[in-house]
């Protein structure tokens, strides 16, 4: 997606060869107008797929999510990672560790709110080691409803998540896919194939 | 707002008098179509305030805002409740009691995102004691820029919060305000006006 791509390249720092900072856009600031876009293009790619409903998780995913279920018509349930007072029905849970920070979670979701016919469509801010989204998925597994695929805003390929993923034969669809971050410069997979031509 | 009085009567859950359950489109589960429409009703509301910059509050205040931004064209902010890796700017920082979650949170936002010159809409799911809006009028305080108001989806207007702001000499626009949650029935302030007269 050239939109993202550009966005990456003029706003994006890359930290210590290995954490891609977008929080100017997606996940401190975050561009309405762009989500809007991003949205779009995942209803457009999961539209033949009869998606019945989103799942994602706080907080960073819950823009691009609610972008797509507007185009798509459905709603987005996200997954917490902390309990409320008020989350305190029949739930799915699952752990996540997360590199960045460094922690692991549970994360949970309301039973009622996965059904057994659902068609589910994942969407995720980033995807580097697959944690959150294989924890999405797995939630979505035991509530006996269908992984259709998962939507990612930025895919870092040089890590494992997205060939995990696609290993489990799960659909991946990546709006930007970055192959690399040596030298703090931000390197996109199409741009490192036509260097390979 | 007609169409989001009519959702919290039809699928709100009230719990012991007190808390008002919105999970299924607002809180957990989110309904994209309501919130775009909530968003716009935010930006016909703040249209001629020229405002620069949306802030917010993980996680449920960032459906609405993003989508008062995408009708508003200003980019939204949401504070964090926890520290990232990837958030070690210099902060604005606050302080946020949760009475639903019984817990103190310090809440954080990067200060390059808020300059002196913005003119800041702030927007919430909920207002009931008035903390998170608190906290988040304070660091715009502390940014030197401009609260220009504070939209909030569902006032709970039998508590202090809606009152407290006002009397700090904010301007706050809630969406749908319930004036009671005795035997767990939902009355709308406005419902009520008319049981007086």
């Given at each position: 997606?050239?939109?993202?791509?550009?966005?990456?390249?003029?706003?994006?720092?890359?930290?210590?060869?290995?954490?891609?900072?977008?929080?100017?856009?997606?996940?401190?600031?975050?561009?309405?107008?762009?989500?809007?876009?991003?949205?779009?293009?995942?209803?457009?790619l999961f539209s033949s797929d009869?998606i019945t409903k989103i799942i994602?998780?706080?907080?960073?995913?819950?823009?691009?999510?609610?972008?797509?279920?507007?185009?798509?018509?459905?709603?987005?349930?996200?997954?917490?990672?902390?309990?409320?007072?008020?989350?305190?029905?029949?739930?799915?849970?699952?752990?996540?560790?997360?590199?960045?920070k460094n922690e692991t979670n549970?994360?949970?979701?309301?039973?009622?709110?996965?059904?057994?016919?659902?068609?589910?469509?994942?969407?995720?801010?980033?995807?580097?080691?697959?944690?959150?989204?294989?924890?999405?998925?797995?939630?979505?597994?035991?509530?006996?409803?269908?992984?259709?695929?998962?939507?990612?805003?930025?895919?870092?390929?040089?890590?494992?998540?997205?060939?995990?993923?696609?290993?489990?034969?799960?659909?991946?669809?990546?709006?930007?896919?970055?192959?690399?971050?040596?030298?703090?410069?931000?390197?996109?997979?199409?741009?490192?194939?036509?260097?390979?031509?």
């Amino acid at each position: 997606m050239k939109v993202l791509q550009e966005k990456i390249t003029k706003h994006g720092q890359v930290i210590s060869g290995r954490i891609l900072k977008v929080d100017s856009f997606l996940n401190h600031q975050i561009d309405p107008e762009l989500m809007h876009q991003i949205g779009l293009e995942f209803a457009q790619l999961f539209s033949s797929d009869e998606i019945t409903k989103i799942i994602t998780i706080e907080s960073s995913g819950i823009a691009p999510a609610v972008m797509a279920g507007l185009h798509l018509h459905v709603p987005v349930v996200f997954a917490r990672k902390r309990k409320s007072l008020t989350l305190n029905d029949d739930l799915l849970s699952s752990t996540v560790f997360s590199f960045t920070k460094n922690e692991t979670n549970e994360i949970s979701i309301s039973k009622k709110y996965i059904k057994e016919n659902d068609r589910v469509l994942i969407i995720d801010d980033f995807l580097a080691n697959g944690e959150a989204a294989s924890a999405l998925a797995e939630m979505v597994e035991k509530a006996n409803a269908k992984v259709m695929g998962i939507g990612i805003v930025i895919e870092k390929s040089f890590q494992k998540g997205a060939n995990k993923l696609k290993d489990q034969g799960y659909r991946v669809e990546s709006l930007a896919r970055i192959s690399s971050l040596a030298d703090d410069k931000v390197t996109f997979t199409s741009e490192k194939m036509e260097e390979l031509i």
